[in-house]
């Protein structure tokens, strides 16, 4: 959710972590901060509240000198966004910056209130600057208070700690929330992922669950929860500082719709061979054909690609698949036969959400699997097996080529499952492996189509409510398409699977009302024309998204048209997507909206 940095350094930090929140505002940006150590080790901040730029402007205007500092940029849990609630929170004693939730915050304000402290903001975040600075006042060092204070928080946090008089030493903490360890030449940093680090250094050392880090210009001391010296290996990070740069686009979200045809290719590639017709996984700790069932479980749009993958596993491998919300699923205390597969879906691999339903599967005794983006991230380090997707890192706050690239990923494992499970034939499995192979080919063809959804866009960034339909595999991209129009456009949008229209939604429908119609002309595209005739009897404006076939028989007046090409009907989804997210970014983009950063959103949801 909120974005950490610390550096010490060895030249003024400020610039420096302000390039790095930059890199890592797609977590939040409702306000940011950054605290240094000026002359003398004397501690000075800045804080503004909304868009870095607000920071950016600030510290032009009267700048923070010092070789060593924290930064954050915040996206709200308890207080407003305001400037006396942005990080970094500080008392005389120290600095901090925090990425979570301390759940027991109450309980040790009421205390520390208690004891006279008095407070400057509405954040959780507080308390603990101020209980680290409780135990400074009784003579403690920064590496003990510290230590000390860790063991009273409860909840899912990452912190860094910076104290005034103390120019060589920076504390950093994680328990659910992710923090990384970059190693320089005489310089060391904190950051809430790689990104962040990534204009600094490559070398980087992942905290896990529980670990605490004292980080000097020498290096860095790892503590495990019990407050064990442990080492950690240090790995070269992929993420580099080109590969989060927009290019020539004008948001992240164009260019990461652009690159799909790109990375939905190479993320095949991974688990195909497109030579022999055959699909190819790492080692897996369990057998396909020994299973009863898939459970999944993800959040938002990756809780989609899951619900596409289902129609996949159930019809290719005659695998049932459990598939829920994963806040819903986490609490849900599902009884589990010992020895399944679940099965989590996640760009990040850091929502909350979905790593607590991890846990409980681990507990029931099933296998963990994991497709996921974020390779080094926890729910990755979690799974006994992890599908990467190789979308590249994904800046906009919605998400595009990590969608596609989730489903490609999914479309490969059920066709290996079908295969093991003996319920295709080699055959079935070429001819499929041959389908997925059209693919980019297919994206950059609908990619084309781009000058025409731009015009509808238009109609639909006028609109207050649209709806959107579709059968099958469309369904959840008919849930995906509202999902993406609401959170960048701010336009009401409900999905629906269109047999489900006339049991009430259909009560919506008005001349005003668009409704986006996702029809490849498949085995059940009768129905869905069904469906259409209905909606255009009742004055609805239809915007259908088919193919030649398609179009030629959706004999029905009052439709736009989008023809996307003809292509077998399993790769519908990975396709059809692309006009979807087009609508959805266009419409925002005319109602001028901030497409990448829209309002309240943030990137990683790692709290609940
Ligand atoms: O990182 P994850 O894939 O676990 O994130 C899940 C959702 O938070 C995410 O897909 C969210 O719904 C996106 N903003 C949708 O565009």
Redo the contacts with the bound molecule.
Sequence with gaps: MCGIVGIVGNVPVAPLLVDALKRLEYRGYDSAGVATLETGGVLARRRAEGKLRNLEAKLAASPLGGLIGIGHTRWATHGAPTEANAHPHATDKVAVVHNGIIENFHQLKDELKAKGRVFASDTDTEVIAHLVTVELERGLSPVDAVGGVLKRLTGAFALAFLFPGHDNLLIGARRGSPLAVGHGQGEMYLGSDAIALAPFTDQVTYLEEGDWVVVTRQGATIRDENDTVVQRPMVVSAATAFMVDRGNYRHFMAKEIHEQPDVMGRTLGQYLDFGTGRTRLPALPFDWARLDGITMS???????AGLVAKYWFERFARLPVDIDI?SEFRYRETPMKRGGLALF???????AD?LASLRYCRAQGQHIAAV???TTST?ARESDVVFPTLAGPEI?????K??TC?LATLCALAVAAGRARGVLSDADEAKLVQALAEVPRLAAQALRLEVQIERLARRISKSQDVLYLGRGTSYPLAL?GA??LK??SYIHAEGYAAGELKHGPIALIDEKMPVVVIAPHDRIFEKTVSNMQEVAARGGRIILMTDPKGAAEATISAVETIVLPEMPATVTPMIYAIPIQLLAYHAAVLMGTDVDQPRN?A???TVE
């Design positions: 993800a959040c938002g749009t990756a809780f989609y994963a879906i996640s760009q990040s691999g850091e929502t979905t996921v983006n974020v729910i906009g706050v919605a998400s595009t990590a969608f989730q995906e999902l993406k959170e960048i959103l990137k990683s949801v």
